[in-house]
């Protein structure tokens, strides 16, 4: 957000809602119990710098290494991506993960990287398969002339509205999972 504020032309700051809620859990103001969260339920734990440093723009991080496969995604999705990397590990796959942290601009050196070290590539986006981040991360790969297996876990085109079902519709653990392992036959 200090990157969005500091920055002098015009910027769209999206918050996942879930993340928000665990923010507010762990700065103790109580948020929503409804939901089911994908970040740890304590929080964040840790000291509070006294001054904030502003992200780059563009600037994807490793959030975790692993040549197997990797996981990309932003937001909520990385979350689950780690969580998902987890449970790949116990089964002897090393997932790293890349959090893209800006959709726009988005930082194509460390997709292309990331596919060239893994040769393996999934990206877990809460968007529609058509039209949405998930095909940009494709067609960076491809125009780089990279040979990679590629796969993406997106949101299902229509959301239920019951609870469970919606949890199903949308990008989750067992989903990336499942996807991941594909990328191995």
């Known amino acids: 957000m200090l990157a969005a504020l500091e920055h002098q032309g015009p910027v769209i700051f999206l918050e996942h809602k879930l993340l928000v809620d665990a923010w507010l859990d762990y700065l103790g103001a109580g948020g929503r119990k409804t939901v089911q969260y994908d970040v740890p339920a304590a929080g964040a734990k840790g000291p509070v710098p ?3 440093a502003p992200l780059l723009l563009g600037q994807a991080v490793t959030r975790r290494e692993g040549g197997d496969i990797t996981l990309v995604s932003l937001g ?19 997932a790293g993960v890349i959090d893209l942290r800006t959709a726009a601009p988005l930082d194509r050196a460390s997709i292309r990287a990331a596919a060239v070290r893994a040769g393996r590539v999934l990206v877990v986006d809460e968007d529609y398969r058509d039209c949405g981040l998930s095909g940009e991360v494709a067609a960076t790969i491809m125009e780089a002339g990279i040979a990679a297996k590629f796969g993406r876990v997106c949101t299902e085109e229509t959301i239920p509205y019951a609870r469970a079902q919606e949890d199903e519709a949308l990008p989750n653990v067992k989903r990336i999972v499942t996807a991941a392992l594909t990328l191995f036959s």
Do not use: K
Request: overall charge negative; glycine content about 10%.
């Open 50 to 52: 006294d001054r904030w």
């Open 76 to 94: 909520v999705g990385v979350h689950r991506c780690l969580e998902a990397a987890d449970v790949l590990a116990r089964d002897g796959i090393a």
